[in-house]
């Protein structure tokens, strides 16, 4: 699908409207992606989060991007691997939720990070097919809404799994 791409690089530097943090439940900042947004935002984005009060797993808040190029961030919670199915349905939530907070807001383009895989640990060949399976989901119940969707991979590793879903999806 031509409004859906997948880019080996930095989140923080995509030109989306907003980009997608994969945050921990009390949206203070943390390590990988969460870190990497909350340095390059500035610390306005942690006063910001601060007056928010967290956020639970497969929910989504949305904040200014302060020092971004991105106008907003989209903070979500992704669940913590343990291998059940609820981990799964969490995960879908994430990619939703977020969408659907985009939509709300009028934006047309978001960047997801891929969510979950780092230290929570969630395997790469099925996080990319939950991403893959919930966007195809929203698109199809949204349809006619115009939104750009880019996955964001920092490694070469993730970049090669999320093109081989989408080919295996026929997407």
């Given at each position: 699908m031509k409004d859906v791409k997948v880019l080996l690089g930095d989140i923080t530097l995509s030109d989306c409207e907003c980009i997608v943090n994969a945050a921990n439940r009390s949206l203070l900042g943390g390590g990988g992606v969460d870190g990497a947004i909350h340095r390059a935002a500035g610390p306005e984005l942690l006063e910001e989060c601060k007056s928010i009060g967290g956020c639970n797993t497969g929910e989504a808040k949305i904040t200014r991007g302060y020092n971004l190029k991105?106008?907003?961030?989209?903070?979500?919670?992704?669940?913590?691997?343990s291998g059940s199915e609820k981990d799964a349905e969490l995960l879908g939530k994430c990619y939703l939720n977020s969408l659907d907070l985009a939509k709300e807001h009028g934006l047309h383009s978001i960047a997801f990070p891929a969510l979950s895989t780092g230290v929570y640990g969630y395997p790469p060949e099925k996080a990319t097919k939950i991403a893959v399976d919930a966007v195809r989901q929203w698109k199809e119940n949204n349809k006619g809404y115009q939104m750009k969707i880019d996955f964001y991979c920092f490694s070469e590793r993730m970049y090669a799994q999320y093109i081989l879903t989408l080919k295996n999806t026929n997407y």
């Amino acid at each position: 699908m031509k409004d859906v791409k997948v880019l080996l690089g930095d989140i923080t530097l995509s030109d989306c409207e907003c980009i997608v943090n994969a945050a921990n439940r009390s949206l203070l900042g943390g390590g990988g992606v969460d870190g990497a947004i909350h340095r390059a935002a500035g610390p306005e984005l942690l006063e910001e989060c601060k007056s928010i009060g967290g956020c639970n797993t497969g929910e989504a808040k949305i904040t200014r991007g302060y020092n971004l190029k991105a106008e907003y961030v989209i903070h979500t919670v992704g669940p913590i691997y343990s291998g059940s199915e609820k981990d799964a349905e969490l995960l879908g939530k994430c990619y939703l939720n977020s969408l659907d907070l985009a939509k709300e807001h009028g934006l047309h383009s978001i960047a997801f990070p891929a969510l979950s895989t780092g230290v929570y640990g969630y395997p790469p060949e099925k996080a990319t097919k939950i991403a893959v399976d919930a966007v195809r989901q929203w698109k199809e119940n949204n349809k006619g809404y115009q939104m750009k969707i880019d996955f964001y991979c920092f490694s070469e590793r993730m970049y090669a799994q999320y093109i081989l879903t989408l080919k295996n999806t026929n997407y």
